[in-house]
């Protein structure tokens, strides 16, 4: 595999990693959305370090608001965002780069 596609699917166990992380919350009731404030900022930086740019500090923003409300950690942002990322946006330039 090429370092591209081994970043790609690096990125993808990460993510499914942190949101499994993320969703330990429910495991403990109340304790474990005390939790949450502790690692939604964690994840928040995570995900700048993941994807970089204005993506990457939007999908920070995003995952920290769904980390910090109670109820909203069955949301996998980082898999969403792995999926945007490399399914969706690379299937969007494929159709811009056929067109041109």
Known sequence: MSKTKDSKYKNLF???LFDAIGML???IPIVGEFSD???APIAAWLMTRMYKGRVGQAA?????VEEIIPGLDVIP????MWLYTH??????KEKIIDID
């Open 14 to 16: 990460l993510g499914l």
């Open 25 to 27: 919350s429910f495991a």
């Open 37 to 39: 404030m502790i690692w």
């Open 60 to 64: 920070g923003a995003v995952t920290f």
């Open 77 to 80: 942002t980082f898999t969403i």
């Open 87 to 92: 399914v969706f946006k690379s299937s969007r």
